[in-house]
């Protein structure tokens, strides 16, 4: 067997839907755990679902019963523990899963996470290199969300619904947007919400529902307060407003 062919073989997903649990943290404040299931597996990454949003560029801490000889390192441990970085989103719709919305796929980065994490769990990070372990080392994405498409200055009604809060009741209000293009939108807020959480932002006309990070809170020259947001795992439809 020629390099190159173990080297194919050893980063073939393995199908093992064995438990996992997830754990996140939004913000400082905010810090969600999970139980969920594996879809596939390498030694350098998974897939699985779950029930809350996250996004490409977040750290995620994932404990698992995974095969010995497919791990890092922890060789002897029962419970692989291991941070990973987000690399994809995928909304699935009811037809292809009905207990987990979420599908996130994640490389393995190893088994401490970086300084700026501790003081900023919002910040996102991209791969940098694939160390000697295998495992993937990262570096802090320093790209700002490009405003690639257009913004467009339209008051539409919308719903703000809060991903997790800590007592599980439902923050939610009714407001208008500033402005809004296909990826993402500013909407005025009477909400105290941090940067790194996750909304769900619905419109009835048009007939529309996304998620979205929160990338800022300010307040604008008028005293109102404005939610900053970027679109996840889908564009938000235009046609017949722009």
Not at 199 to 224: C, L, N, W
Request: hydrophobic fraction near 35%; include cysteine.
């Amino acid at each position: 067997m020629n390099k190159n062919e173990k080297s194919r073989r050893i980063r073939e997903r393995v199908r093992l839907t064995i438990p996992v649990r997830v754990r996140g943290r939004d913000s400082l404040d905010y810090e969600w755990t999970e139980i969920s299931r594996l879809i596939d597996v390498t030694p350098y990454g998974a897939r699985f679902g779950l029930s809350r949003p996250t996004e490409p560029g977040r750290l995620l801490h994932v404990t698992l019963a995974m095969p010995r000889s497919m791990r890092c390192f922890d060789h002897v441990e029962d419970q692989y523990r291991v941070w990973s970085l987000v690399r994809n989103v995928r909304l699935l719709t009811p037809a292809e899963s009905s207990t987990a919305p979420i599908e996130a796929g994640v490389a393995f980065v190893g088994k401490h996470p970086p300084a700026s994490f501790l003081t900023d769990p919002s910040q996102r990070y991209d791969i940098h290199t694939q160390g000697k372990s295998g495992l993937w080392t990262v570096r802090e994405d320093i790209q700002t969300d490009k405003r690639g498409a257009t913004r467009h200055t339209i008051p539409i009604e919308v719903s703000i619904e809060v991903f997790g809060t800590s007592d599980d009741s439902v923050v939610s209000e009714k407001t208008v947007t500033e402005n809004i293009s296909r990826t993402g939108a500013a909407v005025f807020t009477s909400l105290n919400i941090e940067r790194g959480r996750f909304v769900k932002i619905t419109s009835e006309y048009p007939p529309v529902s996304a998620i979205a990070a929160v990338r800022a809170r300010r307040v604008g020259p008028d005293g109102i307060p404005r939610l900053h947001l970027k679109f996840v795992g889908s564009e938000w439809p235009l046609e017949g407003l722009e």
